[in-house]
């Protein structure tokens, strides 16, 4: 057990490392909930931990209501950079490249352009 703990007090997230190098490869530990979450409690999660590293086509068809062909179609012609084909098959597309396709697809206004310039528009006489 590390300097300082037992079965009371503050673990720190380095006497956690220091005690789980101790134990034999396969073994386990056990910690009451507050004690692991007391070692966490400086630690922050970059993004939702749900959220897939990597999509499917499949994944992909439903979430843009489209065909799987289309996103194949899509994938062929790179419109989702750091896409790969995973055993030279099944591809699959990075989080980050749906949000940089999302953001690439999204229309974006002409300088100076009125949209709404036609509605106000007269008709000729």
């Not at 499949?58 to 289309?70: K, Q, Y």
């Not at 084909?85 to 690439?104: M, S």
């Amino acid at each position: 057990m590390p300097t300082g703990y037992r079965g009371r007090g503050v673990l720190t997230l380095e006497q956690l490392r220091e005690l789980a190098e101790r134990l034999p490869e396969g073994a386990a530990l056990t910690l009451p909930r507050a004690v692991l979450l007391e070692a966490l409690a400086g630690i922050t999660v970059a993004g939702p931990i749900d959220a897939p590293a990597e999509l499917t086509v499949a994944e992909l068809a439903g979430r843009f209501h489209r065909s799987p062909s289309t996103v194949r179609g899509w994938l062929e012609a790179g419109r989702f950079p750091g896409a790969f084909k995973l055993n030279g098959r099944d591809w699959r597309v990075p989080a980050v490249a749906v949000e940089a396709f999302i953001a690439q697809s999204r229309p974006r206004a002409l300088p100076g352009a009125d949209l709404g310039a036609w509605r106000t528009r007269r008709r000729p006489a």
